[in-house]
């Protein structure tokens, strides 16, 4: 594998359009690792992980950040012509000449590159619920939590069909 150098980086960035000092940092990163959290965290100067990876997915989705990865995988090497004929021999390969598990590796690997993997969705809420409930009964605890069950799927479900 090339080593991606940092000039390379510089002149395809020039070409496409000027990012932010810490954005090109999480590019060439990014680009080196295939770690988006790891990169967000080295570049941005995060300390929570959870943090890190939201920033690296919102990143991730912008075309700027998209091409400029893209672009310096194609000048060192690795655009999607040549990374696919290696892995399709591993891909394609007689079973007895190639375990599985590096089948199933190389299958993944080159549904990463192509991100042709659908993107993730999560949702995450924090309720102080202390001072509503203190005063209730257990049972009308239990139906008020079946109410928000209820409520919750529905939005998940709207989430989901958009």
């Not at 100067?45 to 939201?54: L, V």
């Not at 912008?62 to 990865?69: M, Q, R, T």
């Not at 375990?99 to 949702?123: E, F, G, I, Q, V």
Request: net charge positive.
């Amino acid at each position: 594998m090339n080593s991606i150098k940092y000039g390379d980086i510089i002149g395809v960035m020039k070409r496409i359009q000027p990012l932010t000092i810490k954005r090109k940092k999480y590019v060439k990163e990014y680009a080196e690792t295939g770690n988006g959290t790891q990169s967000a965290m080295n570049s941005f100067n995060f300390k929570d992980k959870r943090t890190a990876s939201n920033y690296s997915v919102e990143l991730l989705k912008k075309p700027l950040v998209k091409k400029s990865i893209e672009a310096i995988l194609n000048k060192s090497g690795l655009d999607l012509e040549s990374i696919s004929s290696p892995l399709q021999s591993i891909i394609h390969a007689p079973v007895k000449d190639v375990k599985p598990s590096d089948t199933l590796r190389a299958l993944d690997m080159a549904y990463k590159l192509h991100n042709a993997y659908p993107p993730s969705k999560s949702l995450s809420a924090r309720f102080n619920i202390t001072k509503k409930y203190e005063d209730m009964k257990y049972d009308d605890v239990l139906k008020e939590l079946e109410t928000i069950r209820h409520k919750t799927n529905k939005l998940m479900n709207d989430t989901e069909a958009s």
